[in-house]
Antibody, heavy 119, light 110 residues
C-alpha cells in the first residue's frame, strides 16, 4: 500500500528554523514529491516539487527563496524547510506524490503537518 | 503570475446536477494542462477525484465526471448527495514541473 507519512505538528516562534518530513512507503521512491500549503480557512497552494533520483527541484514563484525542498532517497523521505519562520507560515502542509505514468496529477497525499508560528 | 479561477461557492439540491469550472486568468484551459480535481472535507487531507481532464481516480463514484467546457475545465456532479458537500479544487499543470491550484469552490448541498 502506497503511503506518505508526514512528521508531527510543530509549534515554533518567529525567526526559528524548521524542517518537516514526508516518508514514502509501499512503492519505489522515484516519483516526484511535492508540497502544498493550506493556510487557516484558505485554499490549496502548490509550493514546489522534487525528483528523488537527482534532486531536480522546481518551485512556485510565490515560494522560491522562501523555503527549501530536499530529499534523502536512502530513507525515502522528502523535506520542507524554513531558515527563519514568520507568523504567516502558520498553515497545514501536505506532501503529495505526482503520478509517474505520464498522466500529471497528485495520486497520493500525506496526512498533513500543522505548523504554528507565534510572533 | 498565472491565476486559476474557480467559483468561490455553489449550491445544489440533493439529487441535482452541478458543474464547477476551472479557468485561467489569461488563456484557455486545455487537455495539455492535465486538469485534475480534488475534494476536501473539513479536517481531512484532499482526495483525488479526476485526473487528465476526465479520468476518475480509483473508487470515485461515476456521478463525478470531468470535461473541457469551452475554455475551462469542468467537474460535473450528477445526482448530488449530502456527503458531496465539501471544497473542490482544480489543479493545472503549467509545464516545466510547475503546478497551480485554483482557489477552490465550496459546494453546499441543500
Amino acid at each position: 500500500e502506497v503511503q506518505l507519512v508526514q512528521s508531527g505538528a510543530e509549534v515554533k516562534k518567529a525567526g526559528e528554523s524548521l524542517k518537516i518530513s514526508c516518508k514514502g512507503s509501499g512503492y519505489s521512491f522515484t516519483y516526484w514529491i511535492g508540497w502544498v500549503r493550506q493556510m487557516p480557512g484558505k485554499g490549496l497552494e502548490w509550493m514546489g516539487i522534487i525528483l528523488p533520483g537527482d534532486s531536480d527541484t522546481r518551485y512556485s514563484p510565490s515560494f522560491q527563496g522562501q523555503v527549501t525542498i530536499s530529499v534523502d532517497k536512502s530513507i525515502s523521505t522528502a523535506y520542507l524547510q524554513w531558515s527563519s519562520l514568520k507568523a504567516s507560515d502558520t498553515a497545514m502542509y501536505y506532501c503529495v506524490r505526482q503520478d509517474g505514468s505520464g498522466t500529471f496529477y497528485f495520486d497520493y497525499w500525506g496526512q498533513g503537518t500543522l505548523v504554528t508560528v507565534s510572533s | 503570475q498565472t491565476v486559476v479561477t474557480q467559483e468561490p461557492s455553489f449550491s445544489v439540491s440533493p439529487g441535482g446536477t452541478v458543474t464547477l469550472t476551472c479557468g485561467l486568468s489569461s488563456g484557455s484551459v486545455s487537455t495539455s494542462h492535465y486538469p485534475s480535481w480534488y475534494q476536501q472535507t473539513p479536517g481531512q487531507a484532499p482526495r483525488t477525484l479526476i485526473y487528465s481532464t476526465n479520468t476518475r481516480s480509483s473508487g470515485v463514484p461515476d456521478r463525478f465526471s470531468g470535461s473541457i467546457l469551452g475554455n475551462k475545465a469542468a467537474l460535473t456532479i450528477t445526482g448530488a448527495q449530502a456527503d458531496d458537500e465539501s471544497d473542490f479544487y482544480c489543479a493545472l499543470y503549467m509545464g516545466s514541473g510547475i503546478w497551480v491550484f485554483g482557489g477552490g469552490t465550496r459546494l453546499t448541498v441543500l
